[in-house]
């Protein structure tokens, strides 16, 4: 064992003695509205950010597509602006995958397979495998990612695709469809991810084949979703890992806080610290324009909105959903003098 995962000694009991939980409530719904509502109106003119087109059918979606969806850990829900427009979740798949993974391994066997800390290197990078020791990643970057969909349950690639797509139907409440053109327009241009997954392998890290764990992987990239499907995924994220509408318990006991702590520390890449220094709650972007955002215990939001800054994450997203935790208190770091 090296220091790099010395942390995986502390001691802890909360499989035969689960730890009490204190969270806390949305504002009410006629606040939560009218904070939806301004945040659209507000952002909804901002141009700034590019299109993603490194994939060439994503460069098709109108920049002008801006939604938002928020649902509590109770099921309430309440959106404005493109949410039923479908879109395919891209990154936004990797900490429900992630999910699966530990199902499927464990938790604690999942953090050693596929490693919990972030990179500081853009999502496609290589230079970040090389220089750690363990050569594990983390699920939210694409080599933490393709090895987690390498983990799933199955011994042949139809299987786990079944794996993923159901898995992640269950935290969407509905049965969620592949977009073939999003899939083979990636498929044919992205070859980047192959590199990523044979580099893996080299060093033990891959748990499947590699071609055919990237190709599960782009098809789980590939599922279309809306920003209303978004918002019910976080909202099981924020609620124990029960989705909040249909009362289907997706996950494990432990696995959702981990998931939580992933997200927090690398859903946003690079600028991960950034965010957590804004926002304050764990989130995951993708490439198409979807971003995903837990609160425990009180809801999740979701936004889509196509045009990315630099680092590949949603321009009125990020804005949205900044405002949102603001307006609706939901920053995890904030407190008052008692
Ligand atoms: N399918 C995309 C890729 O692997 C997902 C990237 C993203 O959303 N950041 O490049």
Known sequence: MT?????????FDEESQPPPVSTGDLPGADQVRAVVDDAYQRYRTDTSGTVADYIPVLGKASPDLFGIYVVGARGQSYGVGDVETTFSIQSVSKPFVFALACHQVGYDAARHKLGVNGTGFPFDSLI????????????????GAIAATSLLAGDTAEEKWQTVRTGLSMFAGRELTMSTEVYESETATNRRN?????VLESYGRLYFDPEAATDVYTRQCSLEVTARDLAVMAATLANGGMNPVTGVQVLAPGVCRRVLAVMAIAGLYELSGDWLYE??????????GGIVTVSPGKGGLATYSPPLDDAGNSVRGQ????YLAERLGLNLFASEPA
Do not use: C, D, F, Y
């Open 319 to 322: 804005l949205a959903t900044k």
């Open 128 to 143: 970040a495998v090389e220089l750690n020791p363990a050569r594990t990643m983390n699920p939210l970057v694409n080599a």
């Open 194 to 198: 192959r590199g990523i997954a044979q």
């Open 3 to 11: 220091n790099h995962s010395m942390h995986a000694e502390l001691p």
């Open 279 to 288: 926002i304050g709650m764990p989130g995951k972007s993708g490439v198409s």
